[in-house]
């Protein structure tokens, strides 16, 4: 379009964020096309070396400390300054959105129907069409796309930019920020051009405006790789970037057809993890272990699809966007590789027929119970020998022992027995080994991590590979109830955040194990109070008769972080003071508290006969 008149700023220019990277770009501007008189508005109201330059090039600078998302310190300061013919509100959206949306009501509503040569809103691409994780950033900015319109329908005017990132400071000033953003088809603005591109908006005097430099092909495959974008999708250059490109023909087939199985693994499995450490911009592949989950790596929609136009270059296969989501490892998708490239060499997985009578065999067992039981022999010697695994209350988890007990069963917040089942040592653990960090470890409900070591070891001591089940219809069946770890928690401690949610949800307790795993089968938690271990087996038989898994874990897990328990039965007077039951028995005096954590590895019979696995016992009946 044509421009309809060449716009320039006269009088006194306000510019909110002012003092920042962006706002001093847009004064250095002003500046140089006419304006007399510039007030750098921001929140610290600090820019000696900016005021220099600008007064050097003959224009009157005020530098005010103002925030604008206080209506009333805005309104004092417009007073101040005397008559302003144009705003440019820049301000950013440091830790909330008040100064950016607040900031431009207030404006709005301050300058009222004056007449302004113009009211420019600093939005962002982020409020046009979306951004992954910032949610409150979007829709501050599609706030000041709304405004610029509400003004322009009440005949006032009003120009709205929404810019991509600006290279020369701002955002982008973190270290990282901009290579980030490459890699993914956004590539900063020159101060130079943005500016030129503001006046050319203002000279064709827009309501709203984008302005970025965007990679198409880079940017619109992995910005639509989870959904179409329908605003996108009628630009050329994005249905042009949107065709899957077209297959190179290489010798890769070839040369693995000369090489034995395990080379042709290994060198496809290089491949991949060589092609993904660069499209994550790691030095090499050793970043990327084989079984370890793109996700967790850092790969996100933008990047995964740069690793399937990686591999479709080097590969000449034609390969889906959602290849890193289907294939979430290393290592399963150079398998996925290898059958693409020379036929399938997968095992057909036959679904059983379901029945009602065929015996279920326990193949494998771990456990964890007090008294330092960590085998099932353990436990087997406690029970032969019979001994006693009661012993009073923990001294490493933080109880208040000495004011918690109270032999008076009426005593409020006490609890007249301390005595009970706990296990030794319950936070230790190796979160390396099951790929945790140690802060997640930390905020890791301690039920989770003795239920990832013993269906681990429950898999070893049935002679199964643990990591031989990832991609199988295994299933994982766990009885538990809540253990009250980070429960009295009044505020995220520093790091945890993110990560407590997940370390504590019931849900978890067996999801956990599946996606460590990589099990495909039912995962279940179930809290039926003292029978969940018991309700976990039945469910196991069941699923396992029924076709719908190939094998399951299923087992129970307690622990009491807090002496919430006693305190509660303490109440009820259905503690037995000595920390003991008594089934049963005629001097039985109420219920006595434990921990544990038991697995059992399960199957059909048949599979275990055919498998070679030890039966230990069998199930042929649950209800």
């Not at 925030?67 to 909330?96: F, K, M, N, T």
């Not at 015996?359 to 067992?365: K, N, S, T």
């Not at 059909?604 to 016992?617: F, K, N, P, Y």
Request: net charge negative.
């Amino acid at each position: 379009p044509r421009a309809t008149r060449s716009w320039q700023p006269s009088g006194t220019v306000l510019i909110t964020g002012g003092t920042g990277a962006l706002g001093g770009h847009v004064a250095r501007w002003l500046a140089g096309a006419g304006a007399e008189h510039l007030v750098l508005a921001s929140r610290r109201g600090e820019a000696p070396e900016l005021a220099e330059e600008l007064r050097a090039l003959g224009v009157r600078v005020t530098v005010a400390a103002c925030d604008v998302a206080d209506r009333a310190a805005l309104a004092a300061l417009i007073e101040a300054v005397g008559p302003i013919r144009s705003v440019v509100h820049a301000a950013g959206l440091a830790q909330s959105p008040d100064a950016k949306i607040a900031g431009a009501a207030n404006l709005h509503a301050l300058f009222g129907d004056r007449e302004l040569d113009a009211f420019v809103l600093f939005s962002s691409i982020a409020g046009v069409w979306g951004s992954g994780g910032q949610s409150g950033y979007a829709a501050g900015n599609g706030y000041l796309d709304g405004l610029a319109r509400q003004r322009r329908a009440a005949g006032l005017t009003a120009t709205s930019v929404a810019w991509g990132p600006w290279a020369g400071g701002g955002m982008l000033a973190a270290e990282g920020a901009e290579d980030h953003l490459r890699r993914r088809g956004l590539a900063p603005l020159q101060p130079d051009l943005a500016i030129a591109a503001l006046q050319q908006a203002l000279d064709l005097d827009e309501t709203t405006v984008t302005v970025a430099d965007v990679d198409w092909a880079r940017f619109a495959p992995g910005f639509t790789a989870a959904r179409p974008s329908p605003l996108l999708s009628d630009l050329p250059e994005v249905r042009q970037a949107l065709k899957t490109p077209a297959p190179q023909d290489n010798s890769l087939a070839a040369r693995l057809r000369t090489l034995a199985p395990a080379e042709q693994e290994r060198e496809l499995l290089e491949l991949v993890r060589g092609e993904a450490a660069v499209a994550l911009g790691h030095a090499g592949p050793d970043a990327v272990a084989p079984d370890r989950a793109f996700r967790d790596l850092g790969f996100d929609s933008l990047t995964a699809v740069d690793l399937r136009n990686r591999l479709i270059a080097a590969t000449g296969l034609a390969l889906p966007a959602t290849l890193v989501f289907d294939y979430p490892a290393a290592g399963v998708l150079a398998t996925h590789l290898r059958d693409e490239l020379l036929g399938s060499t997968t095992v057909a997985v036959t679904v059983r027929a379901a029945t009602t009578d065929e015996p279920i065999a326990i193949v494998g067992m771990s456990c964890r119970f007090p008294g330092g039981i960590e085998t099932p022999d353990d436990l087997w010697r406690l029970v032969d020998t019979g001994g006693d695994a009661i012993t009073g209350w923990p001294l490493d988890r933080g109880w208040d022992v000495d004011g918690l007990y109270d032999p008076d069963p009426d005593a409020p917040g006490r609890s007249y027995s301390r005595d009970g089942g706990f296990l030794v040592g319950v936070a230790r653990f190796d979160p390396a080994f099951f790929e945790m960090s140690p802060r997640e470890a930390l905020a890791t409900d301690p039920q989770q991590r003795l239920l990832l070591e013993g269906a681990w070891e429950a898999l070893e001591r049935a002679n199964i590979d643990p990591k031989s089940l990832a991609g199988s219809r295994s299933g994982v069946f766990i009885g538990a109830g809540a253990s009250g770890y980070a429960s009295g928690l009044h505020e995220v401690p520093e790091g945890l955040g993110g990560h407590l949610l997940t370390g504590n949800a019931g849900s978890v307790l067996s999801g956990r194990i599946a996606y460590v795993l990589g099990l495909e089968g039912p995962a279940m938690t179930m809290d039926t109070a003292c029978s969940s271990s018991l309700v976990a087996l039945h469910l196991a038989v069941r699923s396992l008769r029924s076709g719908e898994c190939t094998l399951a874990l299923a087992g129970g897990v307690a622990v009491m972080a807090n002496p919430g328990a006693f305190v509660e039965f303490s109440r009820q007077r259905g503690l037995a003071p000595d920390g003991r039951c008594k089934a049963f028995a005629d001097h039985a005096d109420g219920t006595g508290w434990s921990e544990g954590v038991g697995m059992l590895v399960v199957e059909r019979l048949s599979d275990a006969q055919r498998l070679g696995h030890t039966v230990l016992a069998v199930v042929r009946g649950s209800a």
